[in-house]
């Protein structure tokens, strides 16, 4: 069995309160669930404007199945969703 967690620091250009974070943030938590088929959730930053930490996991019962699938998560961010900056990105497998 093999869990992968990757965690997403993104900067959120633009955002002027909370209430416009949220509303830029919750269609991206559910189209990676829904594409990737994954768990998905904001971890930190909460109260910051224009940043957010996300959190994604997966388990599955390969090593090299859940590191691409991760790996993919990060460039179909950076592709697919051009006012989202990716600060920064750690991916762990266990």
């Avoid at 965690?7 to 991206?28: I, N, Q, V, W, Y």
């Avoid at 990737?36 to 404007?49: G, L, P, R, T, Y």
């Avoid at 959190?55 to 989202?84: F, K, M, Y």
């Amino acid at each position: 069995m093999s869990l992968g967690l990757l965690r997403l620091h993104l900067h959120l250009a633009g955002c002027t309160s909370l209430k416009e974070k949220r509303r830029r943030l919750k269609p991206l938590i559910s189209r990676l669930h829904r594409e990737f088929n994954i768990s998905v959730a904001e971890m930190d930053f909460q109260d910051s404007w224009q940043e957010a930490l996300i959190a994604c996991a997966l388990i599955s019962n390969d090593n090299g199945h859940t590191q691409r699938c991760l790996l993919e998560v990060v460039r179909w961010i950076e592709t697919s969703w051009p006012d989202v900056t990716l600060v920064d990105d750690h991916l762990e497998i266990y």
